[in-house]
C-alpha cells in the first residue's frame, strides 16, 4: 500500500490549492481518506474524511466551507481542494486510507506535502 501526495506549495493569503493523494496496492474505492495536517508546533489533526461511497464527509470547523475533499476512483487519487487559505492553514498536510488487513484495520499514510500560506 502506499499514498503519495502531490500539490503543495506555496500560496498568498486568500489563493487556493488542491492536492492530490494517489493511492496504489489496494482497492482504492473500497477505503475512504482522510486528510490530515501538522501545524508548526502542533499536533496532526484531522481536516476532512471521506468515505468510500462517498456519501459520508466530515470537516474540521476551521476549514468548513473552504475546503472540498473528493475523489476520483478511476484514477485511485484522492483530492483535497482549500479555498481563501490563511496563515493558520500553513502546515504539512497527509493523506491516509485505513485498510482491513490480516484480520485487522491498518492506517496508512502518505510522505506529506507542505503547504504555506504567505500573508
Known amino acids: 500500500v502506499q499514498l503519495v501526495e502531490s500539490g503543495g506549495g506555496l500560496v498568498q493569503s486568500g489563493g487556493s490549492l488542491r492536492l492530490s493523494c494517489i493511492g496504489s496496492?489496494?482497492?482504492?474505492?473500497?477505503?475512504?481518506m482522510s486528510w490530515y495536517r501538522q501545524r508548526p508546533g502542533k499536533e496532526r489533526e484531522l481536516v476532512a474524511h471521506?468515505?468510500?461511497?462517498?456519501?459520508?464527509?466530515i470537516y474540521v470547523d476551521s476549514v468548513k466551507g473552504r475546503a472540498t475533499i473528493s475523489r476520483d476512483n478511476a484514477k485511485n487519487t484522492g483530492y483535497l481542494q482549500l479555498d481563501r487559505l490563511n496563515a493558520e492553514d500553513t502546515a504539512i498536510y497527509y493523506c491516509?486510507?485505513?485498510?482491513?488487513?490480516?484480520?485487522?484495520?491498518?492506517?496508512?499514510w502518505g510522505q506529506g506535502t507542505q503547504v504555506t500560506v504567505s500573508s
Open positions: 496496492g489496494f482497492t482504492f474505492r473500497n477505503y475512504g
Open positions: 491516509k486510507t485505513k485498510i482491513f488487513q490480516g484480520g485487522r484495520w491498518i492506517d496508512y
Open positions: 471521506e468515505g468510500s461511497t462517498e456519501d459520508s464527509t
